[in-house]
């Protein structure tokens, strides 16, 4: 079974009460359309058996914890009538109101046993607090309690050069965040606190394998105490290939953790079918067709025993 672990869903009341706040996927960019049967054909199209969906950029905080909790709670109801109607070829990933540690436990009990789920879906901040956090270990320790697959998606920085550079932020901004998740979880000894969490890193990690010998180098420094080998914990992370499949990107971080720690990603439909089709048929050309079975079969599998 070839999985998609990096799938989006766009429910029509998510996309309208964010219609009513005036919020788009990023600054001056609309959400993309979505239902069902256009994943399905998607899907069927680029040769994937089952997707995990997820909502990702822009989430459910924008200043309001009520708010937030309302939108998860509609999108996990619709993210579970999803599967329901196509339990063969979807699962999903419980999306949570953070930045209240509580709201999001109590989103997590309500919901996350629920055999719709596979893991949980985080964002690489929430109002500038990144993964890793201490406001955050709460859900950390009942994510591992759990042993969660944890799937981070990059979502905007507080403050970013709007200003400066005249490029919609997601080109450039979505990896500076997902390195910036990645480093802070592991400033903060997650990876070792919390050992049971499975986590998978958006768009092959964003900046973070290119940092990888750079922060190494620095390992002696006080600063990095709290890590216990910056390529050893690196390694025990998983990453999703969506829109990183050159070989710059997805070769770097294959050579970092080798093929066995690499998913498959789509990122469908911020991605269109054209684009998603010819990133599929470059991932299988720097991974070579061993490779990409593992990456596309055997490794979701034994990721997602449990559940898949």
């Given at each position: 079974?070839?999985?998609?672990?990096?799938?989006?869903?766009?429910?029509?009341?998510?996309?309208?009460?964010?219609?009513?706040?005036?919020?788009g996927?990023?600054?001056?960019?609309?959400?993309?359309?979505?239902?069902?049967?256009?994943?399905?054909?998607?899907?069927d199209?680029?040769g994937?058996?089952?997707?995990?969906?997820?909502?990702?950029?822009?989430?459910?905080?924008?200043?309001?914890?009520?708010?937030?909790?309302?939108?998860?709670?509609?999108?996990?109801?619709?993210?579970?009538?999803?599967?329901?109607?196509?339990?063969?070829?979807?699962r999903?990933?419980?999306?949570?109101?953070?930045?209240?540690?509580?709201?999001?436990?109590?989103?997590?009990?309500?919901?996350?046993?629920?055999?719709?789920f596979?893991?949980?879906?985080?964002?690489?901040?929430?109002a500038?607090?990144?993964?890793?956090?201490?406001?955050?270990?709460?859900?950390?320790?009942?994510?591992?309690?759990?042993?969660?697959?944890?799937?981070?998606?990059?979502?905007?920085?507080?403050?970013?050069?709007?200003?400066?550079?005249?490029?919609?932020?997601?080109?450039?901004?979505?990896?500076?965040?997902?390195?910036?998740?990645?480093?802070?979880?592991?400033?903060?000894?997650?990876?070792?606190?919390?050992?049971?969490?499975r986590?998978?890193?958006?768009?092959?990690?964003?900046?973070?394998?290119?940092?990888?010998?750079?922060?190494?180098?620095?390992?002696?420094?006080?600063?990095?105490?709290?890590?216990?080998?910056?390529?050893?914990?690196?390694?025990?992370?998983?990453?999703?290939?969506?829109?990183?499949?050159?070989?710059?990107?997805l070769?770097?971080?294959?050579?970092?953790?080798?093929?066995?720690?690499?998913?498959?990603?789509?990122?469908?439909?911020?991605?269109?079918?054209?684009?998603?089709?010819?990133?599929?048929?470059?991932?299988?050309?720097?991974?070579?067709p061993?490779?990409?079975?593992?990456?596309?079969?055997d490794?979701?599998?034994?990721?997602?025993?449990?559940?898949?």
């Open positions: 079974m070839q999985v998609d672990v990096h799938h989006h869903a766009i429910f029509p009341k998510y996309r309208d009460r964010l219609a009513e706040l005036g919020i996927a990023q600054p001056g960019i609309g959400l993309p359309a979505w239902s069902a049967p256009d994943s399905l054909a998607l899907m199209r680029v994937i058996d089952l997707a995990i969906l997820s909502a990702g950029s822009p989430g459910f905080f924008f200043g309001d914890a009520g708010l937030a909790v309302e939108l998860c709670r509609q999108t996990n109801d619709d993210l579970v009538a999803t599967v329901a109607a196509h339990p063969d070829r979807f999903a990933f419980v999306a949570m109101p953070l930045p209240s540690a509580e709201d999001a436990l109590a989103e997590l009990d309500r919901v996350g046993a629920h055999e719709a596979a893991g949980v879906g985080l964002l690489t901040n929430y500038g607090r990144y993964l890793g956090d201490p406001e955050f270990d709460p859900v950390l320790a009942e994510l591992d309690r759990r042993g969660s697959v944890v799937h981070v998606h990059p979502t905007l920085p507080v403050h970013y050069p709007a200003a400066e550079i005249d490029l919609r932020p997601s080109l450039i901004e979505y990896v500076f965040d997902s390195t910036r998740a990645l480093v802070n979880l592991m400033l903060h000894g997650v990876p070792d606190r919390f050992p049971r969490i986590w998978i890193f958006s768009h092959c990690g964003g900046t973070a394998p290119f940092l990888a010998g750079r922060l190494a180098i620095a390992e002696p420094l006080p600063e990095l105490a709290q890590v216990d080998g910056v390529y050893r914990t690196m390694r025990s992370f998983y990453y999703d290939f969506a829109l990183a499949t050159t070989p710059y990107a070769g770097s971080v294959a050579l970092l953790t080798g093929p066995e720690r690499v998913l498959v990603g789509s990122d469908f439909p911020f991605v269109d079918a054209d684009t998603v089709q010819a990133c599929f048929d470059e991932a299988a050309g720097v991974l070579g061993e490779s990409m079975r593992m990456v596309a079969v490794n979701p599998a034994r990721l997602f025993k449990e559940v898949i």
